[in-house]
């Protein structure tokens, strides 16, 4: 079935430095991908998407490219605040089901 | 607008007890959504309503896990005879409608304890 695979954290990072979180993905299809965040203390929110290949979903800074030649959905911000910790999901959407990956906490330091 | 809102946010039960977990969608969506998320992991899907009918319970881990929808709002995830291993946050999520199309908003979750 289909399955996302994301980098594994805890990242810790100092402020103003770069962000990359990798994702791959296994699909049968060609499903949507997304990245959601979770805040301290909130629920999940949907930070940026992507519905077809080549595609640049971006928000708050953040940018990933669907590029179906390697699978990937790679997460990226050139410079990060303290403002982005929080734990960041890779996920696919096949018609209504979403599949995530297991999570990648990132802690930025002032 | 007020968004997905899910009772209790806390529940702590013992080894066999029988839950209920609430999800109030925002108004007007006409599908839902439960996931779980364990601890370290990624939300998984669970089951899938449209309206009050569930469309897709293929991600329910066995037949202690029921969820209904009865008036089209309102669901509830119910576990009986509940096992450490159900411990996890649930998350209920909804979207105007189901597909690619439209995005699911999720609620703040349940977190479930069984001691």
């Known amino acids: 079935g289909d399955s996302v695979t994301q980098m594994e954290g805890p990242v810790t990072l100092s402020e103003e430095a770069c962000l990359t979180i990798n994702c791959t993905y296994t699909a049968t299809g060609y499903p949507s991908l997304f990245w959601y965040v979770q805040y301290p203390g909130e629920g999940l929110q949907l930070l940026l998407k992507a519905t077809k290949a080549d595609d640049k979903g971006s928000n708050k800074g953040f940018e990933a490219t669907y590029r179906k030649e390697t699978t990937s959905f790679h997460l990226e911000k050139g410079s990060v605040q303290v403002s982005d910790s929080a734990v960041y999901f890779c996920a696919l959407r096949d018609d209504y089901k979403l599949s995530f990956g297991a999570g990648t906490t990132v802690t930025v330091r002032a | 607008g007020a968004g997905v809102s899910q009772t209790p946010s806390n529940k702590v039960t013992e080894k066999g007890k029988y839950v209920e977990l609430r999800c109030d969608p925002i108004s007007g969506h006409t599908a839902l959504y439960w996931y779980r998320q364990s601890l370290g992991q990624g939300p998984e899907f669970l089951i899938y309503?449209?309206?009050?009918?569930?469309?897709?319970d293929s991600g329910l881990p066995n037949d202690r896990f029921f969820a209904v929808r009865p008036e089209g709002s309102v669901s509830t995830l119910k576990i009986q005879r509940t096992e450490r291993g159900d411990s996890a946050v649930y998350l209920c999520?909804?979207?105007?409608?189901?597909?690619?199309?439209?995005?699911?908003?999720f609620g703040p979750g349940t977190r479930l304890t069984v001691l």
């Open positions: 309503f449209q309206g009050t009918g569930a469309a897709d």
């Open positions: 999520a909804s979207s105007p409608l189901a597909g690619e199309l439209y995005e699911q908003f």
